[in-house]
């Protein structure tokens, strides 16, 4: 089954090095904070005909699996980075490590002068985001009533006040539409927005990752949570939690 909330909190709670490599350490295994794949530690790891400890297989697995870790974190919604689509483009062409000539060229921009402001407001950006963590960090031991608030995941679409969800909150919705446990059916769907985001996070726990399913399939499923399966399938797109062919012939969870 989808890791959801372990693997969320594990990706917001991560440093700022164990994010630039990928991956966290834990007691057995490590963990990818890409696509909650684990590494047990102890086992030696084959790919290619060559041998590998646990950690150094987990490096091979980002590099074949995403590519790198920037070019992860480069896709994602720029409501949690923060970038404009050009910056995004940019900073994609400067990891490419392209020539400003070439940039200049690719990208239509006009002159050189211009990449150099643009890599300034970047930097600017870097200075301002090391400031505000480190304020962010001293607040932690200073403010005691800060409420803990549901992990945003990482293909969140829409990212507004809807996201603003705390642990009571999410308590409270389980128990109002799923009388049964979260194991059960859904009472009824939501009208409210954020709920209808606490409710959508528990159905994608039903989902299993890196599976393809058909139309068929996720129609299914979804019917044994609820019986109209048509909203639940249409909110789960919308939300980003799954996604499919344009035909409508294959879906999986997005992650």
Known sequence: ???????????????????????????????????????????????????????????????????????????????????????????????????????????????????????????????????????????????????????LHKNAKMVDERYNITEEERTKSIKKYFPEGIEGPLAKFPLKEKQKLVVLREIIKRFTLNKTYTEKEVNELLTAVYSDYVILRRYLIEYGFIDRKPDGSQYWVKE
Not at 14 to 30: C, F, P, V
Not at 65 to 86: A, M, P, R
Not at 103 to 118: F, L, Y
């Open 1 to 151: 089954m989808f890791g959801c909330m372990e693997h969320l909190e594990a990706f917001w709670d991560a440093n700022l090095e164990e994010l630039k490599q990928g991956y966290i350490e834990e007691k057995d295994h490590y963990m990818c904070l890409l696509c909650n794949k684990k590494i047990e530690k102890g086992i030696i790891y084959q790919e290619e005909g060559m041998l590998f400890e646990a950690e150094k297989y987990m490096t091979i697995h980002i590099e074949s699996i995403h590519q790198s870790v920037f070019d992860y974190l480069v896709q994602l919604d720029k409501k949690l980075t923060g970038l404009t689509e050009h910056q995004n483009n940019l900073l994609r062409l400067f990891y490419q490590g392209k020539s400003d000539a070439d940039i200049q060229k690719e990208a239509g921009i006009g002159s050189a002068s211009t990449i150099r402001n643009h890599r300034f407001v970047l930097k600017e950006k870097e200075r301002q985001a090391k400031l505000f963590l480190t304020m962010m960090e001293l607040l932690k031991e200073k403010d005691q009533h800060a409420p803990k608030f549901l992990p």
